[in-house]
């Protein structure tokens, strides 16, 4: 019964919620500022809504509709999603400006498309079971680093052994000298490693806050299956936040055009973020149906690139030598972005 109860009252806070961002929502009398024909159709509007295809005939353009969409895309997915895949694949920057420039009733919106792709690719990941472990341990992470790290130097004190023992630029040689090489790589890698080994290094700087840190590396230590599980199960959960931390990151490449305003980059982020999920979507499916790994990571490491140049360049009607420098821009942003949520899950882990 209480579940029925918040249900309601979550219903409620919706609507309200929506009537406060859009006030003339429902309203049947034509907005005056609304064009003389429907943005989405060009059918010459008689009301407030196209008699033809339906859309309303005053849009929007501020974050508070974006906010508006985001609440309606949670709830409401419109079975236009074939007609918007393809686009969004192949001509992501035609469908951003067409989005924008009013052809809403044509697509999916892009939250409605992100929170069905971040809702698939939980399922897709739980169905393949790419999740977290939970049997880890600090005390059994140390030990296991231990064992390697004297496999690593046995394997490293027998080459060595063998390459004094045989001719310089004999066969024999030269295989011991690569597998004393491989050793020692495994060695650095482990010494590494031991940078993460909160047992071993307690004065780990994470935020830069000693109470923010120290909380973070007491639960890893007391219980590290918990803790990548709370970061997986946030990472799901707030993946939304990848679009407010964007937004800024991509005005800055195109402040000084004042006809792109942040609904614009609002909607070229959301757009770009359901193409990259649905292709980690894709990738994981086809190494689970055992394609080659390395050729499926390769596609996976140049596909991104070539999307967002596309998407750049028709979705802000840029040149080729405007959309490569921001491209390159942009690429470093993307790595700060990562960063700054990495950074909000483990805060969020924290507490």
């Known amino acids: 019964m209480n579940d029925l109860f918040d249900g309601i009252g979550s219903a409620t806070q919706g609507g309200l919620f929506a009537r406060a961002l859009e006030p003339d929502s429902g309203a049947k009398a034509p907005h005056p500022d609304q064009p003389e024909q429907c943005l989405n159709c060009g059918t010459a509007l008689t009301g407030a809504y196209c008699h033809s295809?339906?859309?309303?005939?005053?849009?929007?353009?501020?974050?508070?509709?974006?906010?508006?969409?985001?609440?309606h895309g949670a709830f409401h997915f419109e079975g236009k999603f074939w007609r918007t895949l393809p686009m969004l694949l192949f001509k992501p920057g035609a469908l951003t400006r067409r989005y924008i420039d009013g052809e809403r009733a044509r697509f999916v919106s892009p939250m409605a498309l992100f929170l069905f792709s971040v809702f698939l690719m939980f399922a897709v990941f739980q169905m393949l079971g790419l999740t977290t472990p939970t049997d880890l341990n600090s005390s059994g992470i140390s030990s296991s680093m231990d064992t390697l790290q004297t496999a690593a130097q046995d394997d490293l004190d027998d080459a060595r052994s063998r390459m004094a023992?045989?001719?310089?630029?004999?066969?024999?040689?030269?295989?011991?000298?690569?597998?004393?090489?491989?050793?020692?790589e495994a060695l650095d890698g482990l010494a590494q490693a031991r940078v993460l080994d909160f047992e071993d290094n307690p004065d780990v700087t994470i935020f830069g806050i000693e109470s923010l840190d120290e909380g973070i590396v007491a639960k890893w230590r007391d219980n590290p299956g918990l803790m990548l599980y709370k970061l997986q199960a946030n990472a799901y959960k707030f993946s939304w936040l990848l679009i407010p931390i964007s937004i800024p990151f991509l005005w800055l490449l195109l402040f000084w055009k004042r006809r792109f305003k942040a609904y614009d980059h609002a909607i070229f982020v959301t757009y770009s973020l359901s193409f990259m999920t649905i292709l980690f979507i894709a990738a994981s499916l086809l190494i689970a149906a055992r394609l080659d790994a390395g050729l499926v990571v390769i596609t996976t490491m140049l596909v991104?690139?070539?999307?967002?140049y596309k998407q750049l360049r028709y979705a802000y009607d840029l040149s080729r030598f405007g959309t490569f420098w921001r491209l390159m821009v942009l690429s470093i942003f993307i790595w700060i972005i990562i960063l700054l949520f990495v950074q909000l899950l483990l805060l969020l882990g924290a507490f």
């Open 165 to 184: 023992a045989s001719e310089a630029g004999t066969p024999a040689h030269a295989e011991a000298e690569r597998e004393a090489a491989a050793a020692q």
């Open 304 to 308: 991104p690139p070539i999307h967002l």
């Open 53 to 71: 295809c339906g859309q309303k005939g005053h849009l929007h353009r501020t974050i508070g509709a974006f906010m508006h969409d985001l609440v």
